[in-house]
């Protein structure tokens, strides 16, 4: 699934995809394999299980706002892909966001590609890089993640995505 807007004028491209794997990896262990090969300004946000990848309007805000903080040197973290996680988490609490999205090995990932002034098959190709690794790439559940989300927060499912893109709000504003 891909997603193309503008930030300021630039472009940036989203794709989210599943990914399975016949035996179980960490998601650190995954970030290391592929960080060094990605090109410049393409990032990649994992999810230690696919449900937990956001509704597709709660990932565009959460890297419209990663984006934003790149483009104004404002970022939360140094590393792009700890943003979305965080927007997403609604916290500026790494450890916390981390162990909610980041901590389990699987064989089941949820993975963010999103790029700034990039060319969509550049995304494309961070995608890619999973499937050279042995990866099945497949569609995210977005049935799943809603009632995932809706039994984190205590909020009924139709409104998750309202209720996540306010909680990015407000931490968007304390950047």
């Known amino acids: 699934m891909m997603v193309e807007f503008g930030v300021k004028g630039e472009r940036v491209v989203v794709r ?100 700034l002034g990039r060319e969509p098959r550049e995304t494309a190709e961070a995608l890619a890089l999973f499937r050279e690794l042995g990866f099945e790439e497949s569609e995210p559940d977005l049935l799943g993640s809603l009632n995932f989300y809706s039994q984190r927060l205590g909020v009924p499912a139709e409104k998750v995505p309202g209720y996540m893109r306010a909680r990015m709000v407000y931490l968007a504003l304390e950047v």
């Open 16 to 115: 989210v995809a599943c990914l399975k794997s016949k035996s179980a990896v960490c998601p650190k262990d995954l970030v290391r394999s592929i960080q060094g090969r990605l090109p410049e300004n393409v990032w990649v946000t994992l999810f230690d299980e696919c449900r937990k990848i956001p509704p597709l309007e709660v990932v565009v805000s959460a890297v419209g706002y990663t984006v934003r903080g790149i483009m104004e040197g404002k970022t939360i973290s140094r590393d792009p892909s700890l943003d979305v996680l965080l927007y997403v988490n609604g916290s500026r609490n790494i450890g916390e966001a981390l162990k909610a999205f980041f901590s389990s090995c699987t064989e089941s990932f949820g993975v963010v590609a999103f790029s």
